[in-house]
């Protein structure tokens, strides 16, 4: 795959919190990132891009892997905010991490070492490469609301469940 066969029709990204931020617990969020993954698939959205994060983005990687199983047509995308990442701090599960990545159908960089900014300068990225937005979200400041606002700027579906409120029916915005 090259990143020019991306169609951002056909596109979804996903953002969340990592597990210390969370309230329902990864069965419950992964039930629901299934749930709107195969909607997603059922509106011909066929490629999903993946930021890499611990919690709802790997979560959300894993449960697209399993869906691409039964549906070779369904895609991934990892996007890594900077090389090396699985070899720092900001790397959940390394072994996991790696299995991911080599999974995925295509693997873009964002930047080649870690900057302060390369988290934020990913979940553009992925916006910038998404028609609908599928977020894990709990009110709180920091990067899952920075690319909901980012992604709200830039007129993209939202598809946004409040952490809280996991069994509730997901809010379309």
Known sequence: M???????NKTCCFTGHRPGKLVADESE???????EINRA?????????????????????????????NNPEIR??????????????QCGDISLFNKIISESDYVHY??????????????RW???RSERVIAVFNGSKGGTAYTLEY?????????????????????VI
Do not use: H
């Open 2 to 8: 090259n990143i020019d066969d991306i169609d951002l």
């Open 29 to 35: 969020i992964r039930a629901w990132l299934r749930q």
């Open 41 to 69: 698939v059922n509106s011909n959205f066929n490629t999903f891009i993946c930021g890499m994060a611990d919690g709802v983005d790997v979560w959300a990687a894993l449960e697209v892997l399993a869906l691409r199983k």
């Open 76 to 89: 991934l995308v990892s996007a890594v905010p900077f090389r090396g990442m699985d070899k720092s701090s």
């Open 110 to 123: 964002i930047c080649d070492y870690y900057t302060r900014w390369c988290f934020l300068a990913r979940d």
């Open 126 to 128: 992925m916006v910038d």
């Open 151 to 171: 992604a709200r700027n830039k007129g993209r579906e939202i598809v946004v469940v409040n952490d809280a409120g996991i069994a509730s029916k997901a809010e």
